[in-house]
């Protein structure tokens, strides 16, 4: 997997929880006294980073109090795309065809701990607890054994579905792209093996869903490669890669969570 050049100037070490190897880095985009920047998360602390997602992060300033910053959404993104039926145990498309995509919309994501407010006439809104993939670099036309080089990280997220409207509507638009219907965790991870990770969701704490990415049909590298060559992928753009298991619909007051080992978690509460 490639190596993120990432460049801190004052600290030698990195204080990440147990469970995250030393070479993983964790990078957040956080808003202190109206300055918006990226930085690297060490334990309570974050430290400033120059720089963006395409460009050499380096580290500027003194460490944060964590306490002390309001994290934002990790990424700006232009695009945000997203793979369909990429597990046996949700629904399976044939491993040698193209990936079957579909997108997002940039408006639909909300990060972590936000309440999502469903739209009034949603009754059938189903969880999908799923890897997110973060573009780093510009990339058109690549091959897969290229793909890697151009994600920076990744995210956990929750591909919310309304089942009526995605069966109802001639585009799963309003299915999949409604406000709120995109739940990223804020804290992207750097230098994880994306295709060997536990993905585990809960409602209402309760496992309902948890298998290895491993077990995706369209891998990370053939996805990026494929999107590439119909679009100029950005630094920021996202990709959902698919959901395993089986889903149920939410109920007002419910709480959510999508948990990836080493990578973090993203949980909110439904509203309607």
Partial sequence: MKKIMLVIGLV???????????????????????????????G??????????????TAKGDPIALAEVKLLLPTTPQKVFAVGMNFNSHISSPS??????????PSSLIASGETIVLPEDANNVHFEGELVLVIGKQAKHIKESQAEEVIFGVLAGNDLTERSWQSSDLQWMRSK????????????????????????????????????TQNMIHKPAKVVSYL????????????????PGRTQALNNGDTVSVS???????????KR
């Fill in 228 to 243: 590439s060559q119909y679009f100029t992928l950005m630094p920021g753009d996202l990709i959902f890669m698919g959901t």
């Fill in 96 to 105: 040698k065809a193209p990936p079957p995509l579909f997108l997002k919309l």
């Fill in 12 to 42: 030698t070490g990195l204080s990440l929880p147990s469970m995250v190897s030393a070479d993983v880095k964790q990078i957040a985009r956080f808003k202190h006294h109206q300055t918006i920047s990226y930085g690297e998360i060490k």
């Fill in 177 to 212: 792209a409604s406000d709120g219907f995109g739940p990223i965790s804020s804290i992207i991870t750097v230098g994880v093996d994306f295709n060997n990770l536990l993905l585990t969701t809960r409602l209402n704490g309760k496992i309902v869903q948890q298998e290895n």
């Fill in 260 to 270: 990836i080992d080493q990578v973090g978690t993203v949980e909110n509460k439904i």
């Fill in 44 to 57: 309570d602390l974050i430290q400033p980073l120059s720089g963006d997602l395409s460009t050499q992060l």
